[in-house]
C-alpha cells in the first residue's frame, strides 16, 4: 500500500509542489510550506499535499475518518492539526512515516476511541490534543505510547478513571525514573470523574512542590457514581489510600535439588496494589563453588508468574520454580506498590543437595569378609594363662626339683575340656587363676 502511494507521487511529480484544490498554500517567514484547508466541500484528507510541508491545518471540513498511510509522502510535517471536523475514526496506520512530526491536534471531533499504538509511528511527537471528543476510558496500554508525549489534552471528555500504570508514568516514584524528570502539561478538567483515591492523588501531588506534572486546571470535578452531579474534589469525601503491605507465605524455603518450589505473596492496600517478583541476590554459602558459568545480572525482574485479586484491596501472586538447580537459590522479592507507595518483602530459597562424593583410598573401600556365624572364637586368655602355655609347649618333658610336687590344675581355657593338663607347681607359690575360688 504504501509503495502504491509512492509511484503514484513519483509518476505525478507536480502533485508534489502544487497547491491541493480548496486549499491555501502560503510560506512562512523562515521559507517554509504551510498549508490550510478549511472549505466545507472537502469530503477527504488531500492526497496532493506538497512533500516540502511542514505545517498542516485540516479544520471544520465535513470528513468523517482519516484512512491509512494518509500522510505518507508529508516526511518533513512538524505540525499536524485535524481540528473540529466530524472524525469518528482513525486508523492505527493513518501516521505512518510521520517520523519527524512534533504536534498532533485532533481537538473538537467525535472520537470514542483513539488508536494509541499508531504513536509508534511518531517517535518523535510532543504534543496530543485530544480535547472535546467522546473517549469514555483510557486504556492502561497507552501508558507504553505515552512517554515522550510533555503535552496532553484530555479535557472535555467522557472520562471516568485513571489507570496505574499512567499514574506511574506521571509521577514516578523515587529512584524509579530514568535520567532527567521529563516535566508535562495535562489537561484533565471537564470529565465526569468517579470519587476514588486516583484522582484525588493526582490533584494533591500536581499541587505538591517540585512536581513533574502542572494540571492546566486544577478545579476537577468529581461523583461518586455515574449519572450524578460532580462536587469539587476540595469538597468531596474521597476514599483514604491506603500504603500497600506484604505477607509472604515463608520467608526462608529449603528445597531438594531438581525439585519444584512455589513462592507466594499476598498484598493488600488501597488502590489495589500491582505484585512483582524480582531476584535480588544468588545463594552465597555452602554451594556457591558449584555454580559454573553462572553470570547472571541482578536485579533481574520474573516474567513468569501468576496473580489474582479475589476482591479489592487484596491481591496475591506466585511463582513456580521447576526443576531446581544451584543458580535458582538466592534471594527473592515481592514487591506491592500502588499511588499512595511501595512495599516489598524478600524471601530466601536455598537449594539443598549431594555436591560431590568424597574419594576413598583402595585400602579402605574393600570391605573385609563377614565371619562365619558357626566358627566361634575362643575366649582370651590372661596374660599368667598365656605363659603356662609357652612353658608347656617349649618343654614337653618337664624335670622334677626340689620342693615340687606334680598337681593336676585347670585352666580357664580348658573348663570345658574332659582331660584336664597337667602343671607342676611350687608347694609355696600360690597360683590364682581368675574366675577359681
Known sequence: ???????????????????????????????????????????????????????????????????????????????????????????????????ALRELRLDGNHLAAFPWEGLRDMPRLQTLGLHNNRLSSLPSHAALFLPNITYLDLSSNRLTMLSAELLDLWFPFPGQQSGSVRRRILGLHDNPWLCDCQISLVVSLSMSLGTPVVLMDHLLACSRSLGQSGMPLTKAELPRCMRPSVQPVATRVMSPLGSNVILRCDATGYPTPTLTWVKTSTYVGCCQQDMVGNNEELPRNLKSCMQGSPRVG??????????????????????????????????????????????????????????????????????SNRKLNRTLNASPTLLLKDNQVPQIVRLPSQRNNTKPTPIFVDKLLKVNFKGEK
Open 1 to 99: 500500500m504504501y509503495l502504491l502511494v509512492l509511484l503514484y507521487f513519483l509518476q505525478h511529480p507536480a502533485l508534489l509542489t502544487s497547491c491541493p484544490p480548496l486549499c491555501v498554500c502560503t510560506y512562512g517567514t523562515s521559507q517554509l510550506r504551510r498549508v490550510h484547508c478549511s472549505d466545507p466541500r472537502i469530503l477527504g484528507v488531500p492526497v496532493n499535499v506538497p512533500a516540502d510541508t511542514v505545517k498542516l491545518r485540516l479544520e471544520r471540513t465535513p470528513i468523517t475518518r482519516i484512512p491509512r498511510a494518509a500522510f505518507y509522502n508529508l516526511s518533513e510535517l512538524l505540525f499536524l492539526w485535524l481540528t473540529y471536523n466530524s472524525i469518528t475514526a482513525v486508523h492505527p496506520s493513518s501516521f505512518v512515516n510521520l517520523k
Open 314 to 383: 487484596v491481591r496475591w501472586s506466585i511463582i513456580s520454580l521447576d526443576a531446581l538447580s544451584y543458580q535458582d537459590a538466592g534471594e527473592y522479592r515481592c514487591q506491592a506498590r500502588n499511588m499512595a507507595g511501595i512495599a516489598e518483602a524478600p524471601i530466601r530459597l536455598k537449594v539443598v543437595g549431594v555436591t560431590r562424593l568424597p574419594r576413598l583410598s583402595k585400602k579402605k573401600s574393600q570391605k573385609t569378609p563377614p565371619k562365619k556365624k558357626s566358627q566361634k572364637t575362643p575366649p582370651k586368655s590372661s596374660s
